[in-house]
């Protein structure tokens, strides 16, 4: 079963994906993809970090663990997303012609 994202975690993002704009100025459905991975690859990248920080004695703990829960909630958003995107693919192979 994929993991589930919580109603206001959807919103949270549908109000982010509205805020960047839509059409010419604001890219299309690619371009804002393309920045959603772009945001969570970068979050994993800062989880890394934090944990290296943490590790050599220049961070506290309670920085690793929000970084990894924030690059955490991206790869299952992320992977959410993908399953969403294959489904809708299956679906319109599916259609007669």
Same mark, same amino acid.
């Given at each position: 079963?994929? &993991? $589930?994202?919580? &109603?206001?975690?959807?919103?949270?993002?549908?109000?982010?994906? /509205?805020?960047? %704009? $839509?059409?010419? +100025? %604001?890219?299309?459905?690619?371009?804002? #993809? /393309?920045?959603? *991975?772009? !945001?969570? @690859?970068?979050?994993?990248? =800062?989880? !890394?970090?934090? =944990?290296?920080?943490?590790? #050599? %004695? /220049? %961070? =506290?703990? $309670? !920085?690793?663990? #929000?970084?990894?829960?924030?690059? +955490? *909630?991206? #790869?299952? $958003?992320?992977?959410?997303?993908?399953?969403?995107? @294959? =489904?809708?693919?299956? !679906? @319109?192979?599916?259609?007669?012609?």
């Amino acid at each position: 079963m994929p &993991p $589930t994202i919580a &109603p206001v975690q959807a919103a949270a993002a549908y109000r982010a994906t /509205q805020a960047q %704009g $839509t059409g010419a +100025e %604001g890219g299309d459905f690619g371009a804002t #993809l /393309q920045r959603a *991975m772009q !945001d969570a @690859v970068d979050l994993g990248r =800062s989880a !890394d970090a934090a =944990s290296t920080q943490a590790l #050599l %004695g /220049q %961070g =506290s703990v $309670t !920085d690793v663990v #929000l970084a990894v829960a924030r690059a +955490e *909630m991206a #790869l299952q $958003t992320a992977t959410t997303l993908r399953d969403k995107v @294959v =489904s809708a693919y299956q !679906d @319109v192979m599916r259609m007669p012609i």
